[in-house]
């Protein structure tokens, strides 16, 4: 499976974003779509999950409530709507792909990861 991350940027405080994750090759083995993030000097930490077929959702309590995981499957595509920007929501972002029937919020057990997308939150 390929992931390509895209739809980085930089957005001021309060301003929205998303970001797009086309995913390539082997889809049909991907039970989970997940998105984590990464800042300066932090561990990379779980933002979001997608069940690939059955589309439910999970999220790390720091953005629930303001961002959204959505798929398309006809375009093997996973979405992060990102609301309510705060600057400790910037980081890099990074889609991965879990070939796991079992839900993880661990990076160490996703076996697939894009590249990465820069989002920044500055006035």
């Known amino acids: 499976v ?3 991350a895209s739809g980085g940027g930089l957005v001021q405080p309060g301003d929205s974003l998303r970001v797009s994750c086309a995913a390539s090759g082997r889809t049909g ?9 990464q800042a300066p000097g ?3 930490e779980f933002v979001a999950r997608i069940h690939w077929k059955a589309s439910s959702t999970y999220y790390a309590d720091s953005v629930k409530g303001r961002f959204t995981i959505s798929r398309d499957r006809a375009k093997s595509t996973v979405y ?6 705060k600057p400790e929501d910037a ?3 990074y889609c991965a792909a879990d070939t796991d029937s079992i839900p993880t ?9 894009g590249q990465g997308t820069l989002v920044t939150v500055s006035s």
């Open 2 to 4: 390929q992931l390509q």
């Open 29 to 37: 083995s991907v039970y989970f779509m997940g998105w984590f993030r």
């Open 42 to 44: 932090k561990e990379r």
């Open 80 to 85: 992060l709507q990102m609301s309510s920007l």
């Open 91 to 93: 980081a890099v972002y």
């Open 105 to 113: 919020i661990w990076p160490r057990d996703y076996n697939y990861w």
